[in-house]
């Protein structure tokens, strides 16, 4: 990455399956994800439990001995729904504060396959950045094609002008996890000149009127 200005990046949230998914490389580069972060000494934050994606990729980032934060709902919890999470453990009362807590806690974002559980959180931190709620870097490891329909959905919302050319930037996709965390630390956030005149503080009484479409 000579001439590139790098960000430095302490730690990445992971959202993917509480599943394996039904191809074997969809484990195996979750591991080798969770490796990649260990050897870059990159510390983990994901949504807790032993499950599926979720425990391949947290158990390797502490076998290379960084840590591990779980943000998992109080719901999760009862009866040892997901298992017992690897590293420390955050408990919260709902999905959305979880999702607030991992943004705030994390310098950048990086999607595994998953359901629709993954999806959302995906999407949700794409329109926060796009929202200017926050400026850091998301990514999906596109492992075997998997993000294929998703990224040429992205593209055709693009061409029917329902998101902007600017906007696309905002998710980066890559097919290994060195090349994947390379885009990350290399992303420069452009924003919406309107959308980041929003004033999204708590103590805010009312957002600042704009005369703008939101392409949402």
Known sequence: MEGVSVRKIKKICVFCGANSGKDVAFVNAAFHLGE????RKIDLVYGGGKLGLMGCVSTAVAQHER???GI???AFTVNNLVGE???KEIKVATMQERLVMMMELSDAFIALPGGFGTLEELFQMISWAQLSIHNK?????????FFNGLLSFVDHAVKQEFITPKARKILISATTA????DKLQAFRFESDPALSKLKWSPSSSQKEKLDLTLRL
């Open 36 to 39: 990649v972060l260990g050897k």
């Open 67 to 69: 840590q591990v934060l």
């Open 72 to 74: 998992i709902p109080s």
């Open 85 to 87: 999470t690897c590293g």
């Open 137 to 145: 870097p998301i990514g999906v490891l596109n492992i075997n094609g």
């Open 178 to 181: 060195d090349e994947l965390v």
